[in-house]
């Protein structure tokens, strides 16, 4: 089979390789759609602290089962199904205390840049689901990254009539500003990028601030809701630093920031200690996901709450990866996908 490897920043290889084994509680896919994703995008760039490369690359995709563990129950050889590419180990004290993002054994299945896809029992049996014909598989390789923003935005106390900013307008970004809509907020998105902005609208966001125009985009966020107060939620959702800092900035008196995207390491918050003081603002940061946020997701995407043709623009062969990926990295798309034979 064929599968992609990084082996440093922004060096990519297509190689061949034997298509994996399978133990008696593992399943083997076939993949029919892999897509990129920011994460992605930064690990090709610029690593990452828990991968050390050279490693398989990839980890949001869609396929059918051909071969399938002795032990394994509820699955068959020819199901389509949706895969995630983590699972918590439910022992550790983290998982008892019901924080199973924060999973201290979490099991992550890195390579869904392949032609098969071997699926571990642990993810088998907490975050693997079957496909009616009801949703494509375009669609449901969307689970992965919907349900980090199903995750995140329960985070948020979010009440009707609520002003949401959603500083960011990635995949990621929009998938907060679409629930974030259906929760019954008024919401406002910024980004650098005017076809974003537009897509933000279509998802139904009440209206945009392009923040490469305006020089305080605190200021004008503010002025945009009722007595200048700032938003009731902030949700930062592009990993810069810089816009970590003016969400909590944009928050009203008594709100609630929620800082999303992952910053590059080393990165220090800085924070006006008598604003979060006086001002009793909240402040969370939330990682990943958990099982419960996925079999969320999924059902989400089923309802048709977003649709793959507003996430995904074009589409791939595996040896044109790179190109996705740059493209992706460009902006110039939410996301591509690779499709498989």
């Keep these: 089979m064929l599968r992609a490897v990084l082996y440093k920043e922004e060096d990519l290889s297509i190689e061949e390789c034997p298509i994996p084994e399978i133990g008696p509680n593992d399943v083997l896919i076939k993949n029919k759609i892999s897509t990129t994703c920011g994460t992605d995008v930064k690990i090709f760039?610029?690593?990452?602290?828990?991968?050390?490369?050279?490693?398989?690359?990839?980890?949001?995709?869609?396929?059918?089962?051909?071969?399938?563990?002795?032990a394994v129950k509820g699955f068959k050889e020819g199901d389509r199904?949706?895969?995630?590419?983590?699972?918590?180990?439910?022992?550790?004290?983290?998982?008892?205390k019901g924080l199973l993002s924060m999973c201290e054994d979490?099991?992550?299945?890195?390579?869904?840049?392949?032609?098969?896809?071997?699926?571990?029992?642990?993810?088998?049996?907490?975050?693997m689901f079957l496909l009616d014909n009801s949703i494509s598989h375009k669609t449901a390789s969307l689970m992965e990254p919907f349900s980090c923003a199903v995750y995140g935005i329960e985070n948020c106390p979010i009440h009707p009539g609520d002003a949401v900013v959603v500083n960011g307008a990635g995949p990621i970004g929009l998938m907060f500003v679409r629930l974030a809509v259906i929760s019954g907020a008024k919401?406002?998105?910024?980004?650098?990028?005017?076809?974003?902005?537009?897509?933000?609208?279509?998802?139904?966001?009440?209206?945009?601030?392009?923040?490469?125009?305006?020089?305080?985009?605190?200021?004008?966020?503010?002025?945009?809701?009722?007595?200048?107060?700032?938003?009731?939620?902030?949700?930062?959702?592009?990993?810069?630093?810089?816009?970590?800092?003016?969400?909590?900035?944009?928050?009203?008196?008594?709100?609630?920031?929620l800082l999303f995207g992952g910053t590059k390491s080393n990165s220090i918050l800085r924070v006006d200690s008598t604003l979060l003081h006086y001002s009793q603002i909240t402040i969370k940061g939330v990682f990943h996901t958990t099982p419960l946020h996925v079999m969320t997701a999924l059902e989400l995407l089923k309802m048709g709450v977003i649709s793959s043709d507003d996430f995904i623009?074009?589409?791939?062969?595996?040896?044109?990866?790179?190109?996705?990926?740059?493209e992706h990295a460009s902006g110039k798309v939410i996301k591509n996908c690779i499709v498989y034979p």
């Design 313 to 326: 623009q074009n589409e791939y062969k595996l040896q044109d990866l790179e190109i996705a990926i740059r």
């Design 187 to 257: 919401v406002i998105v910024t980004d650098m990028v005017d076809s974003r902005l537009q897509l933000a609208i279509k998802l139904g966001a009440w209206k945009t601030v392009n923040v490469g125009d305006t020089e305080n985009s605190v200021q004008v966020i503010r002025e945009l809701t009722d007595g200048n107060r700032g938003a009731d939620i902030v949700i930062e959702a592009t990993g810069i630093i810089d816009v970590w800092e003016t969400s909590v900035k944009m928050a009203r008196k008594g709100g609630f920031v």
């Design 81 to 96: 199904v949706a895969v995630h590419n983590t699972a918590p180990c439910n022992q550790c004290y983290f998982c008892k």
């Design 45 to 70: 760039k610029r690593g990452y602290p828990l991968l050390k490369p050279p490693h398989p690359f990839g980890h949001e995709f869609s396929g059918v089962i051909t071969a399938v563990g002795k």
């Design 106 to 127: 979490m099991l992550f299945n890195r390579g869904s840049y392949s032609e098969y896809v071997k699926v571990p029992e642990r993810i088998v049996k907490q975050n």
